[in-house]
């Protein structure tokens, strides 16, 4: 029988944890005090139970005085205990205790990552979209998709398990709005899509082998066909003849937003790009503006050059002096902080050059089929007129095809892209687009 040491007090073994040396403590056979000196001058203590002999061991019990001599005699004792039972060495008992400890750990992380929701998880999904740049005009974008995910995923999937989600589930989430509000439908479906994506190979909460849930072939059977849905509204605009009434009517606005709407309307540009228009994107002669494939809408389909009409020149010749002032790199900067105006700036005009139009009798700036199909006025808006306004009155004229796509930025050629813009095809987009400009302005 292993003898058991002269049974110390706390206070003596505070006094030996300052020699250095192994020291029995006693009240469990081969409890030791373990001291040494450290680098820093002093000492370090820990507890050792030792067992000699053939089927000895030597065990670490913790260090002094985190561990104190009472507890390190009842984990001494435990141990000796289990060892007379079960007749193992505790070195293997200690092992199999700290494996059982890291599979309980596992289950119960897998447990947790299983429970996890898409309402757990999806503003970490839009951190990481944000982050890797998804995203031209980040904080923004963020901000409408997000809304636009709140609004209508999360109300019934919200509580949906992520790692166990099926398309039956996607199909319960879109159903309300899948006939009703198509548009909206056809936006989230992708960034639910991506989600499923990222939470399966970025956040690895869901199986790899598990099929997407939100892919559009497995969720075809489950919700109703593009028969049954809603058509798609196109943006409000005007028919050609309100054209040249209304410039008129904006260019009585002396705001900087009526200047950009201006441009933008002599351009066919869209919103997003006429606001952040920058100089050095200008040929000195202002003859051109030039935007890179990552600025476009379609990045794919190259660079956009827009030949400026004479008047284009002219507004954007008059925006010198109020920039320098400013200080903005921007062509059409907020008089407020110089930042490019908000997606609803150039609305805005309209909707103030609208209410001026009914005051003094007239119809104002309606799109005239949608008012009559609604009942009630449903105003114009930038994008249209820009885009929409321009192509119904270039078609009208039989203009030619090729190049009205080319003003709008349309894809023409896979293979060529924006290289249509290096030949004659400029020349003709220049005098396609004076010709707008000087029916915009009845000249």
């Known amino acids: 029988m292993p003898r058991v ?29 373990s001291v040494r000196a450290s680098s820093a001058g ?28 009472k507890a390190a005699r009842e984990k001494a004792a435990e141990i000796r205990a289990e060892y007379t039972v079960r007749g193992q060495n505790p070195a293997e008992i200690r092992r199999e205790i700290a494996k059982r ?8 992380a897998l447990e947790a990552s299983n429970a996890l929701t898409i309402g757990d998880l999806y503003e970490e999904f839009f951190d990481w979209k944000e982050k890797r740049g998804d995203w031209k005009d980040s904080s923004e974008a963020r901000r409408r998709h ?73 969720l075809a059977p489950l919700l109703p066909s593009d028969k049954a849905r809603k058509p798609v509204e196109h943006f409000p605009f005007l028919e050609p003849d309100q054209l040249p009434p209304f410039v008129a009517a904006i260019r009585k606005d002396p705001t900087v937003a009526a200047r950009c709407l201006e441009v933008a309307i002599l351009t066919c540009s869209r919103s997003a790009n006429i606001r952040a228009m920058r100089w050095d994107e200008l040929s000195d002669d202002l003859s051109t503006w030039t935007i890179s494939a990552e600025d476009m809408k379609v990045t794919a389909n190259g ?59 007239r119809e104002g700036w309606i799109d005239r089929e949608q008012s009559k199909k609604e009942g009630k006025s449903v105003i114009a808006v930038q994008h249209a007129i820009s885009r929409a306004t321009f192509e119904t009155w270039a078609h009208g004229r039989r203009e030619d095809e090729r190049i009205i796509a080319l ?37």
């Open 5 to 33: 040491g002269r049974v110390l007090s706390a206070a003596q073994v505070k006094e030996l944890s300052k020699k250095v040396g192994e020291h029995s403590v006693g009240g469990v056979a081969g409890l030791l005090l």
């Open 42 to 69: 002093g000492f370090s203590a820990s507890w050792v139970l030792r067992k000699q002999g053939a089927d000895g061991f030597r065990i670490g019990l913790g260090s002094f005085p985190e561990v104190s001599l």
């Open 101 to 108: 400890v890291v599979e309980q750990k596992e289950r119960e």
């Open 146 to 218: 997000e809304m636009r995910f709140r609004k209508h995923i999360l109300p019934l999937g919200a509580s949906v398990p992520v790692s166990s989600a099926t398309a039956d589930d996607v199909a319960r989430i879109f159903m309300p709005i899948w006939c009703d509000y198509r548009t909206t439908a056809d936006k989230l479906l992708p960034i639910v899509r991506m989600f499923f994506a990222w939470a399966t190979y970025v956040r690895k909460v869901r199986d790899g082998s598990l099929a997407n849930p939100a892919d559009r072939d497995g």
């Open 303 to 361: 660079q956009h050059i827009v030949p400026l009409s004479r008047q284009a020149q002219e507004i954007i010749q008059s925006m010198r002096v109020f920039v320098q002032y400013l200080g903005s790199p921007y062509v059409f900067p907020s008089p407020r902080d110089g930042k490019p105006y908000s997606v609803a700036g150039l609305n805005r005009v309209i909707r103030v050059s609208h209410k001026k139009e009914l005051l003094a009798g």
């Open 407 to 443: 003003c709008l930025h349309h894809d023409i050629d896979t293979k060529l892209k924006s290289a249509y813009d290096r030949d004659k095809s400029l020349d003709d987009k220049r005098a396609l687009l004076q010709r707008w400009a000087d029916f915009c302005y009845g000249e």
